[in-house]
């Protein structure tokens, strides 16, 4: 999938000019906040200097198997980001200004440029992943004298908001909610309409040795890009009015109109959730308020809740104990794994939902919870090879939210019940009663028993 090096990947005029030696030159790291609207760190900044670097870095490492044999990132959120990047560009473009892309180890290709142009400030956005706190870290040890400022734009809440400290985070989602419902959220950040000049010309500012995008139309509405969000924002609240029946709706596995759809961007930042909060607010206030747009708001919440929940937990967000510290009884099965990656099980639902996220990178919140309840009770697996699987194959991958959610589902994280195990069958027959999603996606193919060697044909004969 990866090609090329980093040699070819910069700019092909990258000579400083004598005023960037001078000027107070900054640069912005965009992560997951890929927008130019309600992102107040990047304003600051852009106020704070009279020359500006965009950057965005591509990690190598996404692209290597992890330990759990999956990839960081799969073919389809890469499609998905390498679109957003484009409409970034655009959008930078459209304000004398334009993204630069860098292709490797993130620390080590902003450490170069922060060199090459003498950087005085860096900004970012906060990130609730570890690995991308940690690389921040980096950056400050290794440039002590730059000025270094993060805002908190991923988020509905900025931690000055809380009403209580990140320590003192509840263990599970109502008491936060019940805490933090009544906030008010800031309006979001207008974008501005000029930054400052990037210090050098770029004439080709994107490495010719990204990994290739593989073209998709399995889910054709899933476009990168703010334009895109923007879009389909405005396509589920006030061109189609599904929003008023989310609250009904919103526990189906295909389609369209049963839900927003805004993960992806929400994920990768080409919308705000304060953006989406504003929206639907004007919703409300235009058309109808009920339990509905209420309901999209208290998913909004589930997402804040991760998005603190794995600040406050740290490294133990990865680990098999979960942050309830225990340690689920588990084997690892490869064979049982490949069956559940590759939509293959004795459990026709679960394949359906297997085979649709192979196939578009997208998965209803109820097919997630099913497939994940499979892996966990049925399959009796590491649960943490199930999240990293969905780390690489999903489109809208979020740490927190993923990782989050998966030690709800494995009784080692918020769920106060700690143990849900989904019925299958009667979950097929409320959700899918005529098996037309199973047959759309061809559940009933290839299943059979989970185990090909079961104990009646032990020991194995070795002659
Ligand atoms: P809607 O139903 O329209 O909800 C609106 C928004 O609320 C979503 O876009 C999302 O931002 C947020 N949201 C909804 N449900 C949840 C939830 N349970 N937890 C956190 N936020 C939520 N969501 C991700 O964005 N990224 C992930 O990597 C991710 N991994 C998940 C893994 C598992 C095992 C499970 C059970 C859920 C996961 N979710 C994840 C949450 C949820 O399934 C998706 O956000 C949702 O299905 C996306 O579709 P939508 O945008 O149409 O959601």
């Known amino acids: 999938m990866i090609s090329g090096d980093m040699s070819q990947s910069t700019h092909s005029d990258n000579n400083m000019t004598e005023a960037s030696k001078t000027e107070n030159c900054g640069l912005f790291w965009f992560r997951h906040d890929l927008r130019v609207t309600d992102n107040e760190p990047l304003n600051t900044l852009a106020r704070d200097v009279n020359c500006l670097l965009c950057v965005f870095v591509v990690d190598s490492r996404w692209f290597k ?17 390498m679109e957003s990047l484009v409409d970034l560009d655009e959008q930078l473009k459209q304000r004398g200004q334009q993204l630069i892309v860098k292709y490797g180890e993130p620390i080590a290709a902003i450490g170069d440029l922060v060199i090459e142009h003498n950087i005085k400030h860096i900004a970012c956005n906060y990130h609730s992943g570890v690995y991308e706190c940690q690389q921040w870290q980096r950056l400050q040890t290794q440039f002590p004298f730059m000025k270094a400022t993060t805002g908190e734009s991923h988020s509905l809440f900025t931690n000055s908001q809380l009403p209580f400290a990140l320590t003192d985070l509840p263990d599970t989602f109502t008491p936060f909610r019940k805490k933090v419902e009544m906030i008010d959220i800031d309006q979001p950040m207008q974008a501005m309409d000029v930054y400052p000049p990037t210090p050098i010309r770029f004439q080709e500012s994107w490495p010719t ?72 607010k004007r919703y409300e206030a235009e058309r109808t308020a009920n339990a509905s747009t209420y309901w999209l708001y208290f998913e909004l919440l589930w997402r804040e809740y991760f998005y603190w929940y794995a600040l406050k937990h740290n490294s133990q967000l990865f680990k098999v104990e979960g942050v309830r510290r225990k340690r689920p009884l588990t ?32 998965m209803s919140n109820r097919g997630r919870q099913l497939v994940a309840s499979c892996l966990v009770h049925e399959l009796s697996l590491d649960w943490r090879y199930g999240a990293a699987y969905f780390e690489q194959q999903l489109i809208d991958f979020d740490v927190a939210s993923n990782w989050g959610n998966w030690q709800y589902l494995a009784g080692v994280g918020a769920d106060p019940r700690g143990h849900r195990q989904f019925n299958l069958q009667k979950q097929t027959q409320m959700y899918d009663p005529n098996e037309r999603f199973i047959e759309k996606w061809q559940g009933h193919s290839n299943t059979g028993p989970l185990d090909d060697v079961d104990y009646a044909d032990w020991p194995i004969s070795w002659q």
């Open 65 to 81: 198997a992890s330990h759990y044999q999956s990839a960081h990132m799969g073919e389809h959120r890469w499609r998905f980001l």
């Open 209 to 280: 040795s990204l990994p290739q995008v593989v073209a998709s139309d399995a889910y054709p509405r899933l476009l990168g890009g703010a334009s895109a969000a923007k879009s389909q924002l405005k396509y589920y609240l006030f061109e189609t009015d599904y929003i008023a029946e989310y609250k009904q709706t919103r526990n189906g596995l295909d389609g369209w109109s049963f839900s927003s759809k805004l993960s992806a961007w929400l994920a990768n930042g080409s919308i705000s959730a304060r953006q989406v909060f504003h929206e639907l």
């Open 331 to 362: 084997t690892f099965a490869p064979q049982r794994f490949a069956k559940w990656t590759s939509g293959t099980t004795p459990y026709p639902i679960v394949n359906a939902c297997m085979r649709q996220l192979n196939a578009t990178g997208f």
